[in-house]
Each structure stands twice: as C-alpha cells, then as structure tokens.
C-alpha cells in the first residue's frame, strides 16, 4: 500500500513536469528523487530578459536558502528563454533546480494550466499531489524581505492550506494590482520614473514656496 502510494505520487509529479528536472547546468536527476523529502513545490516562472524577474530573483534566492529548502520546500525554475546560453547563464546563479530547457509543451501546458499572465510569477504546490495551494506567493515573498522569522512563518502557512485539484482552483485571489511587490517591481524596472516622481516633488515644494512669499508681499 505504501509503495502504491508513493508511485501515485511520483506519477502526479511526474505527468505535471516531466521525468527529469535540471540540478545544474547539464546534469539532471529524476523528478521523483529531487522532490521525494519535499513538502511544497514553488513554480518559479522567470526569464534573463525580464527586469523584474532579475531584481526579484535575488530576494527569491535569500529566502530559498534561509526558509524554504530548510523547511522543505523545493523551487523550479519554470523558463521563458528562448537562448540556451542566456538560459544557461541565468540559471547558474540559481540555487534551485529548472525544468530542461527543451520542455517547451510542459512549459506551456503549465502556464495555461496555472494561468500565468506574465512574469516573474511564483506559484506553489503540494508536491506529493500537483495540487494547487497558491499563485500569490510572488507578492507573499516580496512582503517578508529578509526576515527570516516571517518567512518561516509564511512557509507555514503555505502548508496549512489545504490543496486543491488544479482544476478546482480560483487563481488570483489575492492578488493586488498595486502590491507591494507590485510597486517595487516596477520602480526596479523603470528606474527614471524615481527621478521623474523626484523631480516634480522638488518642482511643487519650489511652486508653494514661491506662492507662500508672494502671499507674504501681499500682506
């Protein structure tokens, strides 16, 4: 029974990413022993061309190590590069594991199955089942910063989810268009809109300034 089990389980995986998941740059292993100690399962979809995706890997990767492979959870990095060596060069400064680069209808099956509407996205699933806990987690991560207690404590409450059938998920619930994440993902990658924003915040103090004398004059 238990042994039926575990195949059960080593196939869910198995139909949803394939039979082998990149360790490092040509090497892999089989699915079933890169996830067999783990818990939860966090779909990494990303891309070297992407800014947001370069400025949140960083902190992805702090709390990989600090948070989420000490308490089991394994990310995958899920890519939507088209060069191998951009894939290559990208992927090597990741601490995680990657589906192959030539699983592009895995790729695509996964992005329409989870509803992806555009990267950097962090989706996280039970990893004994494929069944679906959430797709918020980007936002979720973003929001601990490198407190490693709340990250912890985030996990924790990823596991306390009880999991649900792909096709029985409701996807963005919880997301917010104007996030924390959100806001600092997108000053990462438009940087002169900080100037700009400084720039007509000094323009207006300079504008009640002069107002404020001109008001004095009159007095």
Not at 37 to 51: H, N, R
Not at 153 to 177: D, H, I, Q, Y
Request: proline residues 5%; aromatic residues 10%.
């Amino acid at each position: 029974l238990t042994m039926a089990k575990e195949s059960k389980t080593a196939n869910a995986m198995e139909n949803l990413l394939g039979p082998n998941l990149l360790t490092k740059v040509g090497q892999t292993k089989p699915t079933r022993t890169v996830l067999e100690s783990s818990d939860l399962v966090a779909l990494y979809f990303s891309a070297s061309w992407c800014p947001p995706c370069k400025a949140f890997t960083p902190s992805l990767s702090s709390f990989y190590k600090k948070c989420a492979k000490p308490n089991k959870v394994e990310i995958i990095f899920v890519s939507s590069d088209q060069n191998m060596n951009n894939f290559n060069t990208y992927f090597t400064a990741m601490p995680w594991t990657a589906l192959p680069a030539d699983t592009a209808e895995i790729k695509q099956n996964l992005a329409d199955s989870l509803k992806i509407k555009g990267i950097p996205a962090l989706v996280i699933l039970d990893s004994k089942t494929g069944h679906f806990i959430t797709d918020n987690a980007k936002d979720e991560v973003f929001s601990v910063g490198e407190d490693e207690e709340k990250g912890k404590a985030l996990v924790a409450s990823w596991k306390e989810k009880k999991p649900v059938p792909l096709e029985l998920a409701k996807f963005g619930e919880g997301k917010s268009r104007f996030s924390l994440g959100s806001i600092l993902l997108y000053f990462a990658r438009n940087p002169a809109f900080i100037f700009g924003t400084i720039y007509i915040v000094k323009r207006f103090m300079k504008w009640l300034n002069e107002l404020g004398k001109d008001e004095e004059g009159e007095l």
